[in-house]
């Protein structure tokens, strides 16, 4: 049986990636530019960001850095506002926590991750949290999950990892971690074929655990 549970966040958890699209398409639009949905899906399954659409026509990184801190301030404007709740999640992972310890591995700033957790009960689930500012580098590279590997002190081998994007799981498959995508209608457009695992919803995970025994 696997012991651990390293959870993505965005996507997972909480149902958020439209609105990060969304606040990015805003704030691009400020500068006249449009920022297509395949398009950005495009660009987040290679982990490139929002802005590369911009520096592509020529716009200074000050004015990118004044757009990016706008994109964020509409974000943190949606998470306050908008229904984001995924049905079923805390109960998947009341029950999960009978059989294994789980952590979250997110891309996350800390401050939108804090700003969503101020009255959810995904947190108490968890030993850990690994946000963007635990890491030097993002997903897809593996740092982010074999960090989180570390800190439980764990094997590849007894972890498993739950993601909704391709970038995700190239960061999971980099770390030599089994992952298990679970269905996001925002992603579902992406390549999982390296997925040990396609899932409808978190509450399958427990079998997935209990069959790994």
């Given at each position: ?86 049905e ?47 890491c ?49 209608d ?13 899932i ?14």
């Open positions: 049986m696997r012991k651990y549970i390293l959870f993505d966040h965005d996507g997972v958890l909480v149902d958020t990636e439209f609105w990060y699209y969304e606040a990015g398409r805003r704030a691009l639009a400020d500068l006249g530019l449009t920022l297509d949905k395949d398009q950005y899906l495009r660009g987040m399954s290679q982990g490139s960001d929002t802005w590369a659409q911009a520096r592509a026509a020529g716009i200074d990184e000050r004015t990118i850095s004044r757009q990016r801190q706008i994109r964020d301030d509409f974000y943190q404007e949606y998470l306050r506002t908008e229904a984001i709740e995924i079923g999640v805390a109960e998947a992972l009341a029950e999960l926590s009978k059989y294994v310890r789980m952590a979250i591995v997110t891309t996350a700033k800390r401050a939108d991750f804090e700003l969503i957790h101020e009255e959810r009960q995904i947190k108490h689930f968890m030993d850990f949290v690994v946000v963007r500012e635990d030097q580098l993002t997903k897809p590279h593996p740092e982010p999950y074999l960090i989180g590997l570390k800190r439980f002190g764990a094997t590849k081998e007894e972890a498993l990892v739950v993601e909704d994007s391709s970038r995700g799981l190239k960061s999971a498959v980099a770390a030599g971690i089994d992952c298990a995508v679970v269905h996001n925002f992603t579902k457009s992406h390549d999982f074929a390296q997925a040990a695992y396609r409808e919803t978190l509450a399958e995970l427990k079998d997935i655990i209990l069959r790994a025994g």
